[in-house]
């Protein structure tokens, strides 16, 4: 364990792809560093054990460490794990952490290896292959004519696949902190919908503001039944204390009550009128 390595390590800004699950496995595995930063050789279990995270999280944040220069891969361990080194860098009295981007770390890319100059030229690396196949028609047998030579270009590379969707960065950068309930969830979103039905689910709840993982695990259900298309919830409330679908009775005009009352108020008066003029 180095306290030196850690404490650089909790310095570090969270940026772009190194967030919060990056920084925090990261110091898992600067637990197990010397002062130099090397000797980091802990399997993906152990890792995830200190941290919370599920294997599958802990594996897809180690390579993004290592791709974005914070990792360095040093070979394998005493016991057949990988090891790592967090480059650290001394100078001026202190030490800092300077990031190793995955292209220096990698000759390979830079430069292909060698070809054999009797290997054929189907084992070829990229960009050793002849630019061009070229095709001799024989008509030497008919007509007596020179051999005629075309050249037929290659045909088109193909477009690489887009890369997948990290569910697990797309929802601490949308969500919040990801718990390992949360990790445990995602991997079984995994196991069950693709990938682009995940993340969709997901950029649905932020537009809808329902940051949750169940709202998340309706939306899938609800492609699963009735595709992309299917409609949204109707969030319309029905009319306080009267059903949606009853009809307002409109009030009825009073000028006929009032015509009655009148009537009745002249019948009492003229009985009192008639009674006050009879003789006792």
């Known amino acids: 364990m180095s306290g030196l390595v850690m404490g650089l390590v909790w310095e570090l800004p969270l940026n772009g792809e190194f967030g919060r699950a990056e920084k925090y496995i990261l110091l898992a595995y600067a637990d197990h560093s010397d002062q130099n930063g090397g000797n980091i050789f802990p399997s993906v279990d152990l890792v995830?054990?200190?941290?919370?995270?599920?294997?599958?999280?802990?594996q897809m944040s180690t390579r993004t460490l290592e791709k974005l220069g914070f990792l360095v891969s040093c070979g394998f361990g005493p016991n057949g794990t990988n090891r790592w080194r967090i480059p650290v860098v001394r100078a001026d009295g202190g030490a800092k952490i300077a990031p190793l981007p995955m292209s220096v770390n990698a000759p390979e890319e830079i430069a292909p290896p060698p070809m054999s100059e009797n290997a054929p030229e189907g084992n070829a690396p990229e960009g050793n292959a002849p630019e061009t196949i070229v095709v001799?028609?024989?008509?030497?047998?008919?007509?007596g004519d020179?051999?005629?030579i075309e050249n037929e270009p290659l045909p088109e590379p193909e477009d690489p696949a887009p890369p997948k969707?990290?569910?697990?960065?797309?929802?601490?950068?949308?969500?919040?902190?990801?718990?390992p309930m949360i990790a445990d969830e995602l991997r079984d979103?995994?196991?069950?919908?693709?990938?682009?039905?995940?993340?969709?689910?997901?950029?649905?709840?932020?537009?809808?503001?329902?940051?949750?993982?169940?709202?998340?695990?309706?939306?899938?259900?609800?492609?699963?039944?009735?595709?992309?298309?299917?409609p949204k919830p109707n969030n319309n409330q029905p009319t306080k204390g009267r059903m949606s679908h009853e009809k307002h009775q409109?009030?009825?005009?009073?000028?006929?009550?009032?015509d009655d009352d009148r009537a009745a108020a002249a019948r009492v008066l003229a009985r009192k009128q008639q009674a006050a003029n009879v003789p006792v």
């Not at 995830?48 to 802990?58: H, L, M």
């Not at 537009?207 to 298309?229: E, M, P, W």
């Open 48 to 58: 995830s054990e200190k941290t919370g995270y599920a294997e599958r999280a802990v």
């Open 136 to 143: 001799v028609k024989d008509s030497t047998a008919t007509t």
């Open 146 to 148: 020179a051999p005629k």
């Open 165 to 179: 969707p990290n569910i697990f960065r797309v929802y601490e950068q949308n969500f919040g902190a990801l718990t």
């Open 189 to 230: 979103f995994e196991k069950t919908y693709p990938l682009e039905w995940i993340e969709y689910a997901m950029r649905e709840a932020v537009t809808n503001n329902a940051r949750n993982v169940k709202y998340v695990s309706a939306v899938l259900k609800r492609i699963q039944l009735h595709g992309f298309d299917s």
């Open 250 to 258: 409109p009030s009825q005009p009073t000028t006929q009550a009032n």
